[in-house]
C-alpha cells in the first residue's frame, strides 16, 4: 500500500508533486479533449440557431424562433450551478462522462420531434446536461497541468468558443445543401435539417468517449482525501509525459494546504456561503459594476449574433426583388414581393412571396456562412492578440465597448447594405471582452470567492442572453432603427461603468471599496 510505503518520506506538496509529472503528451491531449468538448457544447448551441432558421416544415413565427433560439441559455441558467456543486463533490470527469453522454443522446433525438414545442422541451434538457461542460472542462485542465502552462492553456480552450460559431457554419452549409426527405412517423419527415441535429451533436459524442480515457483531477482527489488515487493519476501522467515507467516518479505521499481539504456541505448552505459576501461590502459595489458590464456584452453579442442568419437571409431575398437600395433596416423590414424559393413536401420550388421576418428559405445560403465563418475566426483570432496585453485590458475594454456603440449607430448611417452588414457584424465584438472580464473576477477576489463569482458572472450572462434574444426578434423587424439607437446607448452606458475599473497598472487588492 502506498500509506505503507510513505511511512519515513517526508511528504510532498500537491503544487510541486503536480510539477514533477511535467508537461507533456497527456497533457496535450487532455487539452485537446477538453477543447473539443467546449467547442462542441458552442457548436450545438449557436448551430441550433441554423437548425431553427431552416426548420420551414415546422411552420415557426418569429416570437417561436425567438424561445426555440434562446431555449439553451435558459437551460444553462437553471443548472450551471448545480453542476458545478457535483463536479466539486463528485468529480470533474465523472461530471463531464454522464453529462456529455446523456446531452449527446438527447440532442440527436431532437431530429425527430413532431412540433416545436417538443423540440424546445429536448433541446432545453439536452443543454442541462451537456453545459456541465462550460466549468468542469477549465476545472480538469487547471488541476491537472502545471503552474507554467496553465494560464495559456485557458487561453486556447477560450478561443476556441469564440471559434465555434464559425465551425457551426463549417458544418451547417454542406449538411442543408442535401436535398432528401423520408417518412417516418406519426408524420414526421426527415429532411436536412433534422439531419443537421445529429450533424451538431456529433462533436459532444465524441468528446463523450475521449474524456472516458483520461483520468480523474488529482486535485480533487487529493482534496477528497484520496490521496491513494491521487497518487496513482500523478504516476501515471508522469510515465505518459516522460515515457518511463510509474515507478521512477518518486513521489511517496501528498501533503496539502491547511484549509484545501472541502468539508462537504448541502447545496442550499455552499450557495449561501459563498454568495452572500459578494453582496455585501467591500464586494458589492464591484460585483454589481462587473455583473452589469458582463450582461452588456452578452447581451449584445449573443442576441444579435443568433439572428445574424436570419436576418442575412432576408436581406438576400430582399436584393434579389430588386431592393438595393438602403441599409439592414430598410431590407428586413421591406413587403416588396419577391422570389423565394419555398420548401413545400420537401420540394423546393420558386413562388412569389412577400419579403417578411416569418420567411423560411429550409437553406443557408453560401454568402451568409462565410460572412458567419470570417467574423467569428477573425474575433477568435483577436482575442489570441488581446490575451498578450494584460497591461492595458482597462484601456482594451473600453475600446471595444466604445467600437460596437459607434457600430450601432453607423450602422443605420449607411446608405447601402455591405457597409451596414459590416458594421452590424463588428456590433457584435463585445465578445472580446469576455476573456477580459473572466480576468478581472480573478484579480479582483480572493481565492476562496473566484469560483462561485465566476459562476455567477455566466448566470447574468445568459439570463441577459435569453431576454436580449427574445427582445431582438420582437422588436428589429418592425422598429429596426430605433433598436439599434437604444442599444448602442445601452453598450456606451458600460462604456461608463467600465471607466471606474481600477487602473491596469495598480497594485491588486484582495478588497476593493
Known amino acids: 500500500m502506498v500509506a505503507e510505503e510513505a511511512k519515513g518520506d517526508a511528504a510532498t506538496p500537491f503544487e510541486d508533486a503536480l510539477e514533477k509529472t511535467g508537461n507533456g503528451l497527456y497533457n496535450v491531449l487532455l487539452l485537446m479533449t477538453c477543447s473539443l468538448i467546449l467547442l462542441a457544447i458552442g457548436v450545438d448551441m449557436f448551430g441550433f440557431s441554423l437548425v431553427v432558421a431552416a426548420a420551414c416544415d415546422l411552420d415557426l413565427t418569429v416570437t417561436e424562433k425567438g424561445i426555440l433560439t434562446s431555449i439553451p441559455f435558459i437551460g444553462i441558467l437553471f443548472v450551471s450551478y448545480l453542476w458545478g456543486y457535483i463536479s466539486d463533490t463528485r468529480g470533474r470527469r465523472l461530471t463531464l462522462v454522464v453529462c456529455m453522454q446523456v446531452g449527446f443522446v438527447l440532442s440527436c433525438l431532437c431530429s425527430v420531434t413532431p412540433n416545436w414545442i417538443v423540440l424546445a422541451f429536448l433541446k432545453f434538457l439536452a443543454i442541462c446536461f451537456s453545459c456541465a461542460a462550460n466549468s468542469a472542462t477549465y476545472t480538469l485542465v487547471g488541476e491537472s497541468c502545471i503552474q507554467r502552462v496553465r494560464s495559456k492553456y485557458m487561453l486556447l480552450m477560450t478561443c476556441l468558443i469564440l471559434l465555434s460559431p464559425a465551425v457551426a457554419g463549417v458544418l451547417t452549409y454542406p449538411t442543408l445543401k442535401l436535398n432528401f426527405e423520408a417518412d417516418l412517423w406519426f408524420g414526421v419527415v426527415f429532411r436536412p435539417w433534422r439531419l443537421l441535429t445529429i450533424v451538431l451533436a456529433l462533436p459532444s459524442g465524441l468528446g463523450a468517449i475521449a474524456i472516458y480515457f483520461f483520468h480523474e483531477s488529482p486535485k480533487f482527489l487529493a482534496n477528497r482525501g484520496r490521496t491513494d488515487e491521487a497518487l496513482e493519476v500523478l504516476r501515471s501522467m508522469y510515465a505518459i509525459n516522460h515515457r518511463n515507467s510509474k515507478d521512477e516518479y518518486g513521489v511517496k505521499s501528498l501533503k496539502l494546504d491547511e484549509g484545501t481539504v472541502k468539508v462537504q456541505t448541502s447545496l442550499l448552505r455552499a450557495m449561501f456561503e459563498q454568495s452572500a459576501p459578494l453582496f455585501r461590502p467591500p464586494y458589492l459595489w464591484r460585483t454589481l459594476q462587473l455583473f452589469y458590464i458582463v450582461a452588456v456584452v452578452y447581451i449584445t453579442n449573443n442576441s444579435f449574433l443568433v439572428w445574424l442568419p436570419h436576418i442575412l437571409n432576408l436581406i438576400r431575398l430582399s436584393l434579389e426583388s430588386g431592393s438595393a437600395a438602403g441599409n439592414i433596416c430598410a431590407l428586413i423590414s421591406t413587403e416588396e414581393k419577391a422570389l ?169 487588492k484582495s478588497t476593493v471599496i
Open 340 to 508: 423565394v424559393p419555398t420548401a413545400v413536401n420537401g420540394t423546393f420550388n420558386t413562388t412569389i412571396a412577400t419579403v417578411t421576418p416569418d420567411v423560411c428559405l429550409g437553406t443557408i445560403e453560401e454568402n451568409v456562412m462565410m460572412t458567419l465563418i470570417a467574423s467569428q475566426s477573425v474575433f477568435s483570432f483577436l482575442n489570441f492578440v488581446i490575451s498578450y496585453l494584460p497591461n492595458r485590458r482597462k484601456a482594451v475594454l473600453i475600446s471595444i465597448l466604445c467600437l460596437s456603440s459607434l457600430s450601432g449607430v453607423f450602422l443605420n448611417l449607411m446608405p447601402e447594405p455591405i457597409s451596414s452588414v459590416f458594421f452590424f457584424v463588428i456590433f457584435t465584438c463585445t465578445c472580446l471582452g469576455m476573456g477580459i472580464l473572466a480576468s478581472y473576477f480573478v484579480d479582483l477576489y480572493p481565492t476562496s470567492y473566484r469560483g462561485m463569482v465566476a459562476c455567477l458572472s455566466i448566470m447574468v450572462g445568459r439570463t441577459s442572453t435569453f431576454v436580449g434574444i427574445n427582445l431582438v426578434g420582437n422588436l428589429i423587424f418592425h422598429h429596426c432603427q430605433v433598436t439599434f439607437y437604444l442599444w448602442s446607448l445601452l453598450v456606451f452606458s458600460s462604456v461608463i461603468a467600465a471607466w471606474f475599473l481600477p487602473p491596469d497598472k495598480a497594485p491588486v
